[in-house]
C-alpha cells in the first residue's frame, strides 16, 4: 500500500514546502495538487517547488483534463517537470469538472481523454505526434524518454472501462472498500478484456482523513462525498437512479441533493452539504482512532487498492501527517 497527500492551489508556498517536507519524512510516497486553475492558483509551479524539496516523493495533477491547455503545452509542462525532479512525475487526467465548468464549459469526452493521455505520453517519451488539427508533427528534442505513469479518475462504468484500457491505474474519490472493489474490478476487466498484462494495475483511493472524535470528524469532513455528490449526479442523469450497472450504495445519497457552488468547489463552507449525513461521511472518509485508520487500509487493501490519497483540505493537517507516519503508514510496511 503506498500512501499520497493532496493540496489545493490556495494553500501556501511556505506551508506547502513545510508539509510535503513533514509527509516525506512520515512515510508517504506521493504528492498530488488540484488541477483547477481559476479556482486556485495553477497547481504545476508548486510542483515544480515541492520538488526541490523532496527527494523521492512522486508528484502530479490531480486531476488535468485535455481541454484547458494545448496538447503540446502540456506534454512540454509535464515532461519538463519529469525531467528536472529525475522523472518523478506521474499524469492522472479527467474529464474536467470544475476547471471546465466554472467556465460555463462541457467536461471532454472520455476519449478524448485517453487520446490525450496517449499523445502526451508520447511527446514526453521524444516521439513525433500529430493531434487535432495541427499541420505538423510535434517532437521535443529535449526528451529524455520518461514513460509517464498515467491515471484516469473514473465513476462510471464508461469511464471505468477507458480507466482500465488506457490508464496504468484509476483514481477513485472515495474510501468505501465495497465501491472501491467494485470499481477496481470493473477496469481490471475492461483491461483483461482488451488484452493487457493487469498484473500491475494500480487502484487509488482518494479522501479525507481525520483521527479522534467521531462527530467532530464528521462535521470536518463532510464537505466530501457533497463534491462526490457532483460526479455521482452525472452518473444518475446518464444512466438512471435504479440502473444495474452502478451500484445503489453510489447513487442513492443524492436523492436529496439541491445543487453545487462551484465557488466552493471541495470546501467546508459549500453551502449544499444538507443531504449529507454521518453515515455516508463514515463511509466515503476514514475517521477515528488510529486503528480505526489501520482497519479501513486492509479493508481497502483487500479490495485492490494500491495507494490512500488523503485529501489534506479539512485541517490538523500537521497531526494527520504525523499520525498516518507515526500509526498507519508503518502497519503497511
Known sequence: MEFGITFKGFIEPERARYLVRAAEYAGFTYC???????LWRD???AIAMCMEHTTDMRFGPLVTNPDVRDWSVAASLFGSLSKQSGGRFDLAVGRGDSSRRVMGKKPAKLARVAEFIEKTRAMVRGEAVTYDDIPEPVQFPWAVGHDMPSWIAAYGPLALKTAGEHADGVVLQLADPGLCKWFTDQCLDAGKAAG????????MAAA????????????????????VGNHVADIVEKYGADSDQVPASLTSYIEKRRGYDYSKHGQADNPFLDFITPDVVENFCVLGEPEEHIAKMHALKAAGITQFNIYLDSGDEEEIIA???RHVIPAFR
Open 196 to 203: 493487457k498484462d493487469m498484473s500491475n494495475y494500480r487502484s
Open 323 to 325: 499520525g498516518y507516519g
Open 32 to 38: 498530488w495538487f488540484y488541477d483547477s486553475h481559476i
Open 43 to 45: 497547481c504545476y509551479a
Open 208 to 227: 479525507p482523513a481525520y483521527f479522534g472524535d467521531k462527530a467532530r470528524a464528521i462535521e470536518a469532513t463532510k464537505w466530501f462525498p457533497a463534491m
